[in-house]
């Protein structure tokens, strides 16, 4: 028989991959249509997490949100309490001392490197490199400990405040950062030199998972993945926010919008963020953390437990929540994976009237069927993880 028979009978398999396949990080299915190991169609279902983000927040007051935040993109919670605390002080009008403004800048570029690391890590070793995979955890947890040494906690931080941030940085806090930014760049020189020539890493991810820039903006994406496609668009820099116009960063970008490119994307950002983080700490003030405004800021705990009337403001805020102007507002950062987006819409009251996120995540899926169209089964795997799905994100 032929080798390439045109008689030969070809059929159309369906396949559902998740969703609980291991490889999938969490609660999503992909409905393949496939033509032997090529995938014709992929129907993508992201609805098994249903926990209503937008409508927990509509029934607590606005500090009560904070938390909820966390649970968005879990690997960059920091981000997600910036930017909603962003949005609520623009409602307000209120604008948060300089120190407090530098410290979110920090915060945010420690959880973005948080963040990079555990999405390069696993991809690289979903596809073999496992050595990989534990030297960017390493690096990880050195970017744990610092965050839990100063938020007390290691994921679901609720570290900002409306007004500013719950406490100021510990005394030792760059001292930690410079001694762990030396660790994790030698660990990064290990993983460069491990796969950015490696034979096999880049026959997976070049050429493969491939999106034009065109399509990209099409979906309305956003982050790493639109900036593969060589399109400069980083929120940081389009619509500066907090003291990033003071900052000296570039954004990385590609060229062929593949899975490669998004790598080396996420590794370039990697080291603009540490030297963000380093300037931040170079230039940062002395001064307060959060507004001297009584109506939106906790009184301290000596006032709480030492007098009647810190008792009261502080029952009252809890109890209440604070009262934002009525009136709606949009404000975005530069998440993880993107424009993160909080709209909310107040009528005066103690609790948002209305909250809707703009996730970068669930935007991406929309256009993974796009990616992943006319390539093999195996390259779901190095696109899925490229496009670095925080189930958080797609909660709808």
């Avoid at 990080?25 to 995938?39: A, M, Q, R, S």
């Avoid at 990989?132 to 990880?140: K, P, S």
């Avoid at 744990?144 to 941030?165: D, F, K, P, S």
């Avoid at 950062?333 to 209305?354: A, H, M, Q």
Wanted: contains cysteine; negative net charge; aromatic residues 10%.
């Amino acid at each position: 028989m032929k080798a390439n028979n045109p008689e030969l009978p070809t059929e159309i398999m369906e396949l559902q991959m998740g969703p609980s396949h291991p490889a999938t990080h969490g609660t999503i299915k992909f409905n393949l249509k496939l033509e032997g190991e090529k995938v014709r169609e992929c129907d993508v279902e992201v609805g098994f997490l249903h926990r209503g983000f937008d409508k927990s927040c509509e029934q607590a007051t606005w500090t009560q949100v904070i938390p909820y935040t966390d649970r968005l993109n879990y690997a960059s919670s920091l981000i997600n309490n910036v930017g909603y605390a962003l949005a609520v002080e623009k409602l307000i009008g209120a604008e948060t001392p300089a120190r407090c403004q530098y410290i979110r800048v920090i915060i945010s570029e420690l959880a973005r490197l948080f963040d990079h690391l555990t999405c390069l890590g696993m991809a690289a070793s979903e596809l073999g490199a496992i050595t990989v995979g534990f030297y960017m955890i390493e690096a990880r947890e050195l970017i744990t400990r610092i965050i839990e040494n100063l938020t007390g906690a290691r994921l679901t931080v609720t570290y900002v405040r409306i007004g500013g941030v719950k406490h100021d940085l510990p005394h030792d806090f760059t001292e930690r950062v410079t001694s762990a930014f030396t660790t994790i760049r030698k660990l990064l020189d290990d993983c460069d030199r491990l796969l950015s020539r490696n034979r096999i890493f880049l026959d997976r991810m070049s050429n493969v998972g491939v999106i034009s820039a065109e399509a990209a903006l099409n979906y309305s994406l956003t982050g790493p993945i639109l900036r593969s496609t060589g399109i400069d668009y980083d929120v940081r820099k389009a619509f500066p926010y907090l003291v990033y116009d003071k900052l000296d960063f570039a954004v990385p970008v590609g060229s062929r919008g593949d899975n490669y490119d998004r790598f080396l994307c996420r590794m370039g950002e990697i080291e603009q963020s540490m030297k963000i983080v380093e300037q931040a700490l170079e230039q940062l003030p002395v001064g307060p953390v959060w507004i001297d405004d009584p109506r939106f800021v906790l009184p301290e705990k000596e006032k709480v437990y030492g007098s009647i009337e810190g008792l009261m403001h502080h029952f009252k805020i809890i109890m209440e929540g604070i009262h934002v102007p009525a009136g709606e507002t949009y404000f975005a950062v530069e998440g993880g994976n993107g424009e993160l987006g909080f709209y909310i819409v107040s009528d005066g009251g103690g609790k948002p009237y209305r909250l809707r996120v703009r996730p970068p995540c669930f935007i991406a899926m929309g256009a993974f069927h796009e990616m992943i169209k006319g390539y093999m089964v195996a390259d779901i795997i190095p696109t899925f993880g490229m496009i670095n799905m925080i189930g958080g994100e797609c909660d709808r």
